[in-house]
């Protein structure tokens, strides 16, 4: 049996028994390296009061934890259903090589899970987004920013 087919098999199985508890959503994910499983989870939201966590930040987190690291460079993430744009960007921040998914955002969608609206907001210009956004205080934003690049000590990420 193949990695990839392991893994899906066992984030689509995290999912199941997230979905039977009714307490979390129908979602789960394992990020793994290799042959090897580093972190897995499932939809928190609810549970933790919590709305990033979702099952792939979920595992992201604990992978992270099991490497001692922000950075899961050679990882992949296993997902019962395509990453959200929260998770895929966590998943980017991660530096995640790849994402393999079982079910679509629009599987996800006809089960009550509609992340189109994220989509469509996300490409617009700020000031013409549903949700309202206000500068203020790019000058004081502007010297720490100027400040970490110029600080030899700073660790990038």
Request: with cysteine; hydrophobic share 40%; charged share 25%.
């Amino acid at each position: 049996m193949s990695s990839d087919r392991l893994f899906i098999e066992r984030a689509i199985a995290l999912a199941a028994a997230s979905s039977r508890s009714g307490r979390n959503g129908p979602f789960g994910a394992v990020v793994a390296i290799g042959n090897r499983i580093l972190g897995e989870g499932v939809n928190q939201v609810v549970k933790r009061r919590d709305p990033t966590a979702h099952a792939e930040v979920v595992a992201l987190r604990a992978a992270c934890r099991a490497q001692g690291t922000h950075s899961l460079e050679g990882c992949a993430l296993y997902c019962s259903c395509e990453p959200c744009p929260l998770c895929l960007a966590a998943a980017y921040w991660a530096r995640i090589e790849r994402i393999v998914f079982a079910c679509t955002r629009e599987d996800a969608a006809e089960a009550g899970f509609d992340d189109a609206l994220f989509y469509r907001e996300l490409p617009l210009p700020w000031p013409e987004r549903r949700m309202k956004h206000r500068q203020y205080g790019r000058r004081a934003g502007l010297r720490v920013l100027r400040a970490w690049k110029e600080n030899p000590k700073k660790r990038s990420y």
